[in-house]
């Protein structure tokens, strides 16, 4: 025993030691550069999941960069311009322009800006509670714990999102801030539900028996044995979910209670189109299909996402 | 000498259920019940015995995962389960497992260096552990580069051998394996296995061998015990327990080990047909739990659960066919030595 320590500790002081110390790093590289080739083939596959990306990177790019690719970007706020008011599409406004003269493709294009920021605001206050009451009840599967938290998840899952939205619109302020909350509110249920169901089966895993056994501490075993196991698929959801919350944000905005004028909403666009139909039918369609568009984008890089998970797992 | 580690009445039931809608009663599983024996240092101590035997449950009382509902289990002395109930760590140290499933034993999502790292960070932390997990894969002879592996990119029998270099790697005194080969193919359970008995030499170690496979046994334990329905019925010296088997269970399960030539056939005990199966251990035959299988069943059978008795140098028999103080008996004779 001794014997072989001492030659292998002798062997990492020398010289060779951190040759081949420099060698292992670059061989760590390698296979994670494999492993990252090999799940994008596997996404690439499907020219679906490759369309779904397109979509969300096309659109994160140009609601960060709307001021410099819009045509009018100052068509985004308060601006009116009458003589060319409710044009139908034309070579000037691709989109045509609004009942008060502002471009709608510059609108819609400023609509997603709002549109992401309700997705990725209501997800990042979401997830992470949602996740650690999955993992701690999971954890505890069968004890008071459990039940406890359970419950009350049980409970949160039973108000609908749109309703509760509407209920603490009503009472607060109607603006962007108070929808997004009140989603948050509603949605962190499902991530626990989705964590405790991985986590009971994940700690009758041998390998979190044996750190239980070797005196890993809970919180090791959390976030370092289960957890990585369960991020495929809480990316899988939250790619599904921004599509969902995309939609319910442009639902408040429609009837008033999302994104307040001037500021463009998608959801707002729509509401107030609406009346011009049929005859100026390009005002609420186009920002409709900014929705659609976004909604879609997510839903199919959600389902590539998962296949790709699917697939990993043979 | 005194044991490295000792049994003394072991039990664990397992609450499955309740039966009754007013009177609650209980269902228990009783996977070990009353289980005693010693191991000695150096020694590999092989457990034998049919699914749901308990043996399993015997190997996760002992490391920790199980309390037992009576009896004690002592480490050089030491009980294993204090009162306060949290094991202290330098026993944890001390004795370690090898999972039956290598596929489950490994997490998917850690290298083999963040997984030889855990048993390291705990027992000795602050320290640097590359090196001290380069000289773990050393010693059981995977490349050194297989550090930055996962567990995917590695076949059924490298996985394993990663768990054992892991069991290794706070230097424990005694590992248990339970089934550590059972899962893999026969080809590379020789390898395991010689890795095994090399380690064992080369840092002192004491095994205790959980298997189902007799054959196995022969070839690497230096005890034999076998275990029916939580409780064991025979404990023996290896090269006494194949030749000598005095428990009609044990001559059954001798009998029926798949032998190829006529000379391997002429070494077997002889022919004792195989009949039943393992009962469910939630209904344990009142008296011998063997007693609805056995060739040799008698009238005291069924009423009266034998004693372990110790038929001269060490091996004990559980039953009625060996009362206490008697030895040659009638079915002795029909083992061929």
Same mark, same amino acid.
């Given at each position: 025993m001794t014997e072989v320590t001492g030659s292998w500790a002798s062997g990492l002081q020398g010289e060779a030691g951190h040759v081949a110390l420099a060698d292992w790093q670059e061989l760590q590289r390698r296979s994670r550069r494999e492993n990252i080739g090999r799940a994008w083939y596997k996404f690439s596959r499907n020219p679906l999941s490759v369309a779904g990306l397109v979509i969300v990177l096309t659109i994160v790019l140009l609601a960060v960069l709307a001021p410099y690719v819009t045509p009018y970007p100052h068509h985004a706020g308060p601006f009116t311009d009458f003589a060319n008011?409710?044009?139908?599409?034309?070579?000037?406004?691709l989109f045509g322009t609004d009942t008060i003269g502002r471009d709608i493709l510059t609108r819609v294009i400023f609509g997603f800006q709002d549109a992401l920021l309700m997705g990725i605001v209501v997800l990042a206050l979401v997830v992470p509670p949602g996740v650690l009451l999955g993992l701690v009840a999971g954890y505890n599967q069968g004890t008071w714990i459990d039940t406890v938290i359970m419950r009350i998840t049980d409970i949160f899952l039973a108000v609908p999102p749109l309703i509760l939205a509407l209920a603490i619109a009503s009472v607060l302020k109607p603006n962007l801030m108070n929808s997004m909350m009140a989603v948050s509110l509603m949605w962190w249920p499902w991530y626990t539900r989705l964590v405790y169901g991985l986590t009971s089966q994940l700690r009758n895993e041998y390998f979190v028996k044996s750190a239980e056994t070797l005196g890993a501490s809970k919180a090791h075993i959390l976030f370092r044995e289960i957890l990585p196991n369960c991020v495929s698929p809480i990316f899988t959801k939250m790619s599904l979910d921004m599509g969902w919350v995309i939609l319910i944000g442009s639902a408040l905005s429609f009837v008033g209670l999302g994104v307040q004028p001037p500021k463009p909403g998608l959801g707002t666009m729509v509401a107030d189109g609406?009346?011009?139909?049929?005859?100026?039918?390009?005002i609420p369609v186009f920002p409709a299909l900014g929705i659609v568009v976004i909604v879609l984008g997510f839903n199919l890089l959600g389902d590539g996402l998962r296949d790709l998970l699917a697939a990993e797992e043979v | 000498m005194p044991p490295i580690l000792e049994y003394k009445e072991l039990k664990k039931y397992f609450t499955i259920g309740y039966r009754g809608l007013l009177k609650r009663e209980p269902i228990t599983v009783k996977a070990v019940d009353g289980v005693s024996f010693a191991i000695h240092k150096g020694e590999i101590f092989g457990l034998v015995g049919e699914s749901g035997s308990g043996k399993s449950t015997v190997a996760y009382t002992t490391i920790g995962m199980y309390r037992p509902t009576s009896g004690v289990i002592e480490f050089q002395g030491e009980s294993l389960f204090t009162r306060e109930g949290k094991r202290p760590r330098h026993i944890k140290k001390e004795i370690q497992i090898v999972f039956q499933d290598p596929g489950s034993s490994l997490n998917p999502r850690r290298s083999v260096k963040e997984i030889l790292e855990l048993p390291l960070s705990i027992h000795q932390?602050?320290? =640097?552990h590359i090196g001290r997990v380069a000289e773990l894969l050393e010693m059981v002879e995977l490349?050194?580069?297989?550090?930055? =592996?996962?567990?995917?990119?590695?076949?059924g029998g490298e996985k394993q051998i990663v768990a054992i270099a892991r069991a290794l790697a706070t230097e424990p005194s005694f590992i248990i394996l339970d089934e550590p080969t059972s899962a893999l193919d026969v080809s590379i359970q020789g390898k395991i296995i010689n890795l095994l008995l090399r380690l064992r030499q080369e840092f002192h170690l004491s095994y205790l061998f959980i298997t189902h496979d007799l054959s196995l046994m022969r070839n690497v334990a230096s005890r034999v015990a076998i275990m029916y329905l939580g409780k064991i019925c025979e404990v023996a010296e290896a090269s006494e327990f194949f030749r000598n088997p005095k428990h009609p269970y044990t001559q059954m399960l001798l009998s029926s080990i798949p032998v190829v030539s006529e000379e391997e056939e002429a070494l077997k005990p002889k022919r004792v047909q195989s009949r039943g199966e393992i009962p469910s251990p939630v209904n344990i035959p009142s008296g011998c739990s063997f007693h609805l299988r056995c060739p040799y069943k008698m009238d005291i059978c069924p009423r009266v659960d034998p004693q372990m008795v110790d038929t001269g140098s060490g091996h004990l028999v559980r039953c009625?066919?060996?009362?206490?103080?008697?030895?040659?008996?009638?079915a002795g004779e029909q083992v061929i030595t």
């Open positions: 008011a409710k044009l139908p599409p034309n070579p000037r406004y609406a009346r011009y139909l049929p005859d100026q039918w390009w | 932390p602050a320290k =640097k490349p050194v580069d297989y550090m930055y =592996k996962y567990p995917q990119a590695l076949s009625h066919l060996y009362p206490a103080q008697t030895e040659n008996h009638p």
